[in-house]
């Protein structure tokens, strides 16, 4: 019978071993759930790091495009300007060829 006493307290140790066991596993799930909004929040404000890093390279090709029309109106409109400045004074047609020269080199040169 004394083994069987032995076994009781052996038992007894094990059930206690087993149940400090449950508490540290359930301790450290209510962990893992109360810092688990915090992972996702991270993971959302990195994508949405990412798309406006997209954003910002989609923005300054816009920007790019945009000086470059603005640029392509101002030499419009210069052009118009001299066009008719040179129709009004009747001068030489050197000054044309030189209107002509400077779109050329900025249309179909570029």
Do not use: C
């Amino acid at each position: 019978m004394d083994w069987l006493s032995s076994l009781e307290i052996t038992w007894e140790t094990l059930m206690k071993a087993i149940g400090i066991i449950a508490v540290m596993i359930g301790g450290v799930e209510a962990i893992l759930k109360l810092f688990g909004p915090f992972r996702r929040l991270k993971a959302r404000l990195d994508a949405v790091e990412e798309r406006i890093k997209k954003h910002d390279g989609l923005l300054q090709k816009d920007h790019e495009s945009i000086m470059e029309l603005r640029d392509t109106d101002k030499m419009l409109s210069r052009s118009a300007l001299s066009l008719i400045d040179q129709a009004m004074a009747g001068n030489p047609p050197e000054e044309l060829q030189k209107i002509r020269e400077a779109h050329r080199a900025h249309y179909i040169n570029r």
